[in-house]
């Protein structure tokens, strides 16, 4: 009953959340979809943080595209073994997390730090940042404790496949009940982190400005200080 709880309801609980909640915050809140910017009170130490928290995120959803969705026979099929992966997702993943968690720990120093970016912290964010901080360290523990440290664990044989079950409606709970604890707790913190996401900051990623990337050309003109007659060509003036 526990399992099914944990590994059935909480995970459609935590999407239906995340899809609800960021319809109902773009009706409502359409102008506030945004990261409540605190670059003018601070920007040193943002400039540092900033990159190395979403550079370090990126290559961590990266791995996990390839972990949790790519099924392991696929990447046997192409040459690929369990030793060579493990190796690669130990090195990566390791590298990855350690970003995410210096970048996030910098961003949090500063938000502590300095009194306006401090007071521009809403007490959902104040819980979020709790949550997500939990994510990273139990992200991290997985990858150096149990894959690293403690010989190495199989995550694509249980944590996978539970995962590709929540997306194609037919989750095996038995999965990720037998999965090590630094999982569970991660997974746990996750799905609370998914449900938190639309009433927080963390709402800034669905309304990145990916459209800036292939937007036309805007084209800027400086003023033209002449007087009118001068600005026209010699075709247009009365002679
Ligand atoms: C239900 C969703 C999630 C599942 C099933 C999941 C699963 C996993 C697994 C299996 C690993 C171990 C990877 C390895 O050892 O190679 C891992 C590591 C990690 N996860 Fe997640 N995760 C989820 C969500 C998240 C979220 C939302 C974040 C961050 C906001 C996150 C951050 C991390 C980090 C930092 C690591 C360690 C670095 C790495 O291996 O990439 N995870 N996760």
Redo the contacts with the bound molecule.
């Keep these: 009953m526990t399992d099914v709880l944990l590994w059935v309801v909480a995970?459609y609980l935590a999407i239906v959340l995340l899809v609800a909640g960021t319809v109902w915050r773009y009706r409502y809140d359409k102008f506030g979809l945004s990261t409540r910017s605190s670059q003018l009170y601070e920007s040193r130490l943002l400039r540092v943080g900033s990159p190395l928290f979403h550079f370090g995120?990126l290559?961590?959803v990266g791995?996990?595209v390839l972990?949790?969705v790519v099924p392991k026979n696929l990447t046997e099929f192409f040459g690929v073994s369990e030793e060579q992966y493990h190796l690669v997702?130990?090195g990566?993943?390791?590298l990855?997390?350690l970003a995410?968690?210096t970048g996030l720990g910098i961003l949090l120093w500063r938000r502590v730090r300095t009194p306006a970016v401090r007071g521009a912290t809403t007490g959902n964010d104040k819980v979020m940042y709790v949550v997500?901080v939990c994510?990273?360290l139990a992200?991290?523990a997985?990858?150096v404790i149990?894959?690293g440290v403690q010989g190495g664990y199989d995550?694509r044989s249980t944590?996978?496949p539970w995962?590709r079950g929540v997306l194609l409606l037919h989750p095996d709970p038995s999965l990720m009940a037998s999965a090590p604890l630094s999982?569970r707790v991660?997974?746990l913190f996750?799905?609370v982190?998914?449900a938190l996401w639309p009433f927080s900051r963390l709402v800034h990623a669905f309304s990145a400005p990916v459209r800036y990337l292939v937007r036309p050309y805007i084209v800027y003109r400086s003023r033209d200080e002449r007087p009118v007659e001068r600005r026209m060509s010699r075709e247009w003036q009365r002679r």
């Design positions: 995970p995120l290559m961590v791995g996990h972990g949790l997702s130990l990566m993943g390791s990855a997390g995410t968690v997500l994510v990273l992200g991290l997985t990858t149990t894959n995550y944590v996978s995962f999982y991660h997974v996750a799905m982190l998914f």
